[in-house]
Structure formats: C-alpha cells, structure tokens
C-alpha cells in the first residue's frame, strides 16, 4: 500500500485544443472542470482541495497564473497549489492530486491544467529561448527547436535509424487524432509528406513538431470510499513516478531518457508491475515530436532501447496493434496545450479503461494504461498508471 | 465521457483577426532588461574565455573534469578540487541544422550548432555552439573540431568569443 488512501478518477473534462481560442485561460479552466464535474456527478461544494498546473508564465505574460486561473479552476475559498514542472507538468498535475487524497488530507480533489499559448507573439517560441542558460547559451542565439534536433539527431545516431522510421509515429498519430472531437491537427497524411515537409531544424522538420495550442483539461479525484459510492467504474491510480536530471544537459547522452526510466520504475514498483510490455494495455507517451513517442517507449520499458521504430513499422503500435501508444492522436494529432495536453493524455486513459473512448477505443478491454510527460531541458519525466 | 460528451466547449478565432482588430483585445509589450552576474563558477570561465582559454573544474571524488565548471560537483555534492585548463578542440557528439532564428522566422544561411566534447574533460563533458568554415551537408557525428577565436581586443568574456568552432584534422591536434 502506497500512501494511506487508494485514489481514483471519477470524471474527466477537457476543451477543444485550438491555436487560437476566445476564450481567457480562466474560461477555458471553468470549462473543463465543470464537464469533469458534471461528470463525476460531484458539485464544487464537495469538492475539497484543488490542484492546478500550468506552464511557463511567459506565454500569457500573466504573473501569479496560478492565482489568476484559481477562481476557474473552482478553487475560491479551498487550498489551492499550482505545480509546474515544465512540459511533464500535464501528468505530474494528477500525480500531485494524488498524494493530496492518498495523504488522508482530502477525500476528493479537482486537478485542472490549462494553456493558451496564442497570447504570445511574434511567436510562443521567443517566450521558449528563456529555457536555455542565460550565460552560457542564449548569447548564441537560441532556439527552442535545438534542443529536440539535437536529441532527436543523437538518438537516429546511436541507432542508425532513418527519418521514415521516425515519420511514421506523426502519420499514426495524426490519423489518430481523426477520431478526437478536440483535435487540432487529425489528418491523413503520408511518410513522404513529413519527409517533404520544410526543413526547420535537421532533422527536426515541419510535420514532425506538435502545433501550439490553446486548451484546457480536467480530472475529479476521489478517496477509495468516496469513488465507491459515487461511482461503480472508478478508475485507480495505481502508479506514480517523477525524476528530473541536471539542467547541464550538454553532460548527458542525450540518446536514451534515463529520468523517465527512474520515474517509471518508481510507478511500476508501486503498481506491482514486473513486466511492462505484457502487463501495460496502452500507453500514451508524450509526443511533442514524433521521436519522443518512440523515445519516451524506450524509457518507459515499454521495449528494448532502439526498438521502438520497429515496433512502429510492424504496427504494434497501432489502435489495433499488440500495444497501442498515443490512441489519442497524441500532441501530434490533438495539439499542444503543454500542460493540457498532458492531462488530455491521462483524461484518455481514463476514457479507454471505461470503454468509453468511441471511435477510440482499442480494442480488448484494457485494463491497465499509462500516460507520461516530458519537459524542461530534456530532463524531466513524469509518469501515471491506471487500473480498472 | 468522451463518448457521452456531445459537444466541447472552446471558440475558435483566426489569429490573423487579431491582427486585423477583427476581435477585441488588449496588446501589451514589457519593458524590462535583465542583467545577470555570470557567478563563481562562469564568472572565472568567461574570463578565462577572454585569454583565449576554457577552464573546468575538477572533484576528486568521482574523478570527473567538468565543463561547464561549476563550484560543487552535483553528482557527489561537495566542492570541486579546483580548477584545471582544458583544450579549445573537441568532438562533435550531436549536431543540427537551423534554418530558423531565436523568434522562429526563417533564415537564409542556416546556422550549424553543435554538443562539442571537449578535449581534456572527462567523456561526454560537452558545450552548446555552433560549427563554421564547412558545408552544412558535409558535418558528421565524431568529427574533431578547433575553436576559433575573436582576435583578444574584441573579446568581452563571453561565449561569443569562440566564434564557432572549425572541423581540423586528426593529426593536426
């Protein structure tokens, strides 16, 4: 037993993911937490406790976001606590609303996460080049895509793999998304469309890289005695796991995520997983470049290192396949609202484990799923298993 | 519910209506500059930098020479030794291409960055910048490179005064 309490999702919500919404940061909070709400069956009074997670303050140039977003996450009058882990913050969000129930403090909790990234002009990538150090790096004028090129490149180094291997992750991933009603990007598109597609970073090209997005996504926790009572489907976290590496990034092989196998070890040992591979129904890695699916795989144990793409090419992953990754359609597919769209990622296990995915649903009545995230100067992971 | 769920709510609008003062909003620009001190540790490698040297520091407990330097090892978390020169040459560990610049707008002379591992630190030691005086298509992963410098009068102690570093033979080190 891990932590005083079980912990289950009750309800999910989530907005349409867009590149440029109408709705405030604050609206798009309100929204989804009152469908998750809504559809926990729960109403804000039972509501003890809030956590809300969102990323960099730079991208709404709003200080305080935490503070700004609280009265539509329903957090007026509760204890509130905003997290921010960078990317992975989509997936810690859940995890940290986790130990608030597991603790035994609360029996129910609302986690909300929530990004608008089209406030920032010329583009949210300027808002980026502050990732990098401030003495060393940004005097040679930095981009945010460096990073992910110079990863991604390592990675088809120490494997010699070929961009075809890597492009077919974004062709899955975006027909995926066909079947999301918030997805931003759904398409069919080819291998050679990526490979065709402009050159920004090589190897880092157009359709390998996530759109920016405006978005919003929301979860009801509740203590096991609470989740009875109120539901008969629950849906456990069974699993957490978090790790960050040093920010000295230009130190690591960047090749192979070892963070994101510490947190996954640490989400497999409490879940009594041994076997991953055999024992995960679906898995919804994070996905901001195709690269990272195959990447975030690898780390997570859900293969060897290296054998990712071929998994892809074979179809393992596919909807169908022995073991679907991103049936979502992904950040690829359904967007990029960072932290949002980390907790899309759980909203769509949640969804898959109760069967109620739709068009989605993979088939074989999973049991068990995970989602991860990833963010920061490569160096941070956060994972979540959950179990039927 | 994803299946139960008939419509999500979020209102779509063209980013070019902004633009356009098709939408209401407010625009806000700030103005203000930051100016950082580079610390113990980078404040001496710059300087260093300046002289047309690299320096590391080093921590006797787990061996390691280390560029960047830094004033505690964070592996062993104590002080480093000391601080030990190392070479202005390296390997290229991982590279890329940019044809974009800082703010994402396109570029016509793409720029080559590069992880250099730097000679003289431990393996795997390496530093961001970027690759000059080679075809973009002609870089390859493993290649020895060599620093080039800013003549010492332009230098300012910063990582600018390596301009770039140039690929340079084996035998040539």
Partial sequence: ?388 | MSEKIKSYPGFRIRTADFREGKVPYVAYRPKVRYAWSAGIAMSRFLEELKNGRIIATYCNSCGRIMVPPRVFCEECFKPADGWKHVKDTGTINTYSVSFIAGDASRIKEPIIVAVIDIDGASPGMGILHKIGEIDWKEVKFGMKVKAVWKPPEERVGSITDIKYFKPVKEETL
């Fill in chain 1, 1 to 388: 037993m891990f932590g005083k309490k079980r912990v289950a999702i009750v309800g999910a919500g989530l907005t349409l993911f867009r590149r440029n919404l109408k709705e405030t940061g604050k609206e798009l909070a309100y929204e989804a937490a009152k469908m998750a709400l809504d559809a926990s069956g729960l109403e804000l009074r039972d509501i003890q406790t809030v956590v809300m997670g969102t990323a960099p303050d730079a991208f709404d140039g709003v200080h305080m976001k935490g503070e700004y977003l609280a009265d539509g996450a329903g957090a007026r009058g509760k204890p509130y606590v905003r997290v921010f882990v960078g990317g992975g913050t989509g997936v810690f969000t859940p995890l940290a609303g986790w130990w608030h129930v597991a603790s035994g403090q609360f029996d129910t909790c609302l986690v909300v996460c929530e990004e608008k990234m089209s406030s920032c002009f010329p583009h949210p990538a300027y808002a980026f080049t502050t990732i990098f150090d401030n003495i060393l790096a940004r005097p040679l004028g930095t981009t945010l895509i460096w990073i992910f090129a110079l990863e991604m490149h390592r990675y088809m180094h120490k494997h010699n793999l070929k961009k075809e291997q890597i492009a077919r992750v974004a062709v899955k991933n975006k027909k995926n998304a066909l079947d999301h009603p918030c997805a931003q990007l759904g398409a069919n598109i080819t291998v050679e469309d990526v490979l065709n597609s402009e050159v920004l970073c090589w190897p880092v090209q157009r359709l390998d890289i996530s759109p920016t997005s405006d978005g919003a996504a929301a979860l009801v926790l509740a203590s096991e005695d609470v989740a009875k009572k109120i539901t008969d489907n629950p849906v456990w976290i069974d699993g957490v796991g978090w790790c960050i590496d040093s920010t000295l990034w230009t130190n690591r092989d960047l090749y192979y995520p070892d963070y994101v196998e510490y947190a996954a070890r640490m989400a497999y040992r409490m879940a009594g997983i041994k076997n991953p591979p055999k024992e995960i129904d679906l898995a919804e890695p994070y996905d901001p470049f195709d690269y990272k699916e195959l990447h975030h795989m690898e780390g997570l144990l859900l293969c060897r290192k290296g054998e990712a793409p071929k998994l892809t090419e074979e179809g393992v992953t596919q909807r169908d396949g022995d073991l679907p990754i991103c049936p979502s359609g992904g950040l690829l597919g359904v967007g990029n609202p960072i932290a949002a769209a980390g907790l899309m990622k759980v909203c769509e296990v949640f969804w898959q484990l109760r069967g109620e995915a739709g068009k989605r649903q993979v088939p074989g009545d999973p049991r068990t799923g995970l989602a991860q995230a990833w963010g920061d100067l490569m160096q941070y992971g956060s994972v979540i298993i959950l179990r039927r």
